[in-house]
């Protein structure tokens, strides 16, 4: 069976981090690896301390079979480059297993601008899912994000396709119901108000009060 991992920043996990985690856990039948980054090159510093993300995916995650939490890019030192971490996996799994990086679709017409990112697919398979940001039509990816669309032109496959072999393909997950909720939208609404806790599961929510995440002034 493939070993799927989902990586992110989840800062703040949500429901739709959550909600992806489980419908592709559910399509595989195996448990879905959440990995929170330690220190994102392409983007700006996370609102909360990887340790803090760490944690609030424990609370988030608790209970639920179909998700577990690996640390590992906490505990490596240096940047936070996903080629690093699957290069890892698969150093651990050996060259026959299949090994499948989740992603969002509004993350994967970002895939350009990542470090190293086509050997991603001599290490593991992708999996687009669908957000509200975007369809995984493949013509929306063409318009949006072509470099990454002529990447992904000849590694088309179904989603159970990937789990027959090692690396190499991509494969496009529709999400029914789709699941507004994005970290930015939490933590808009934690600075500047509105109803942030019904976006994040509770347990999350009481961390963030707890700490004083993501407010102005506060310590995230």
Known sequence: MPRLLYGGTFDPVHLGH????????DVFGEPVLLIPAADPPHRPPPGASARQRAAMLELASAGDHRMQVDRRELNRLGPSYTVDTLAEVRAELGGEASIIWVMG????Q???????WKR???????????????????????????AVAAELKSRQRGPLELALTPAGGYAALPMHPLRPESATQVRLRLRHGGDWQSLVPQ?????IEQNSLYRLGGAG
Do not use: C, K, M
């Open 120 to 146: 991603l697919f001599e290490l593991a398979h992708v999996l687009g899912v669908e957000r509200p940001t975007g369809p995984v039509d493949p013509e929306w990816l063409v318009r949006h994000a072509p």
């Open 203 to 207: 347990p999350v929510a009481a961390y």
């Open 110 to 116: 970002q895939l350009d601008t990542w470090h190293d």
């Open 105 to 108: 679709i509004d993350s994967l």
């Open 18 to 25: 959550l909600a992806i985690a489980r419908a592709v856990a």
